[in-house]
């Protein structure tokens, strides 16, 4: 039978089939999303494709596997979602993605070309409302133009800086046949990608290190994106310098390396915080000088020489002025800087960090109930470092950073710089996802969980063996413990009364759920959890009004570094959050 006049070949391919094409060269193995009206063409064309379309339960659960996806592998995660409420629920997961630069490609659809600008059903200026949260984003007027959209959006998202981008998808521009695509060609003027820094700075920098008796290398999550792990070290141990890391710079270095000296800043161990108030020289190495690090910041290193690695320009003088700024990619640059220095005399300096770590050790009381300590400690030993845990945002995510060592990177995943709760549970889902012959715990609080625990679907329909260890308060815990410490134990909106019960609310989902109460019992119930063949909620009750320490009070100095409990009340602090 003839083809109706004017009519095209059935074979030719809609917007959505070429782009799920490009997908698939470009070697995505997951889809998270949430499907909807105006995203339908492309969910069809997933039907017959090699992708796993992992459906989620909320827009902002697909955010966060897809970031988790990506930091586990250094891939972009992708997400699909549909117009209106379905893109703007993304909004908080880009936020996240972009201040913690993970790689991630979020797909919106959007109502037809001709009713844009008209307030159509389930219409959003998507692009305008993340335009602050994204590295790029595109809409997509023409289907011919998705091939190099599409190669280009992966190319922004894994070079450089990484982060997230946005591709809005009108309906018809997806549902309509894509007559003669056009070549998948990349076309960014002006955006080029930093890789080696300039012989002269590096220079510079060797004869600055050369000069110092007391230096720090302060590691941060750029080293873990470059994959600059055994670089540094190497660099460390030639130069004879103690190792500090950032939160998210966790694993770029070893921290069982007996050079290293922990996480510093506001809830760092107390040892890492004296060296760099004592130092005498600081390298930022992939770290961006966050407020959560320098703290009063004019009281910051004040006589110490500062040398900032970085792959971004923009972050140099931003709020630290370095004595040389190294514009590169971490690795190389630290490749490149290894064969132009010396061992440097700091064997007495090394004494006294070692001096500090003795006298100011992690520590927690023995007696008196269930810590989230003791749990997260043995943890840690019990899986001898080598899990991977994505964790949520709390008093839990400093105690985990504190007691769960790591020693390589892309095995500690958080959310630094927004601090997003409800990200540490689907973030351990993708990473699961990515990573299946690896151990993945989420460590979350009960707060945190209920942003998104609604995910418990997503594994027990998927079997992803992801392992949910929930330190339950019954508090947001960090907010009570500002309340406690800074406002007169005024305690406002921290009162988690009427939580569910945990352990059951797994089993309405078809997951396993455990409860440990006791101390004597976290080993038993940890390998219980770990030697299921499926995902496990297991629930630590712990103690409702423990605090964190050290604390560094925001906006005060290193110096007035909280090691335990006060006895007296302290002041508000003013200005930082």
Known sequence: MSQPPNSLPR????GAEVLIRCLEE????????LSGGAAIPIFDALVDSSIELVLTRHEQGATHMADGYARATGKPGVVLVTSGPGATNTVTGLLTALMD???MIVLTGQTIRKNLGFDAFQEADVTGITYPVVKHSYMVRDNRDIPSITREAFHLATTGRPGPILIDLPKDVTQDPCIEPRPAV???PGYSVPSHAAPTDLQAAAELLARSRRPVLYVGHGAVIS???????????????PIVNTLLGKGAADETHPLHLGMLGMHGTAYANKAVDACDLIMAIGA???????GKLDEFCTTATKIHVDVDPAEFNKIVRPDVSLLGDARLVIEDLLERVEPLETEAWLTQCEEWRVRFPLKYPKKGGLRAQHVLDRLDHLTAGNSIISSDVGQHQMWAAQFCRTREGRRWITSGGAGTMGFGFPAAIGAKLARP?????AVVGDGGFQMTLSELATVAVHDIQTKVLVINNNFLGMVRQWQELFFENRLSGVDLEGNPDFVKLAEAYGVKGLRIRRPGDVDRKIQEARDHDGPVVLVAEVMKEDNVFPMIPAGAPLSHMIIEPPKQRLEKPSGST
Do not use: Y
Request: hydrophobic share 45%; proline share 4%; glycine share 8%.
């Open 227 to 241: 994959g600059a792990g055994k670089a540094i070290m190497a660099f460390a141990e030639k130069l004879r310098a």
């Open 437 to 441: 012959n690896e151990e993945v715990w």
């Open 288 to 294: 961006r000088w966050d407020d959560r690090i320098t």
């Open 101 to 103: 630069s993970a790689p």
């Open 186 to 188: 990349i076309d960014l």
């Open 26 to 33: 470009q070697g995505v193995e997951h889809i998270f999303g």
């Open 11 to 14: 074979a030719t391919p809609t």
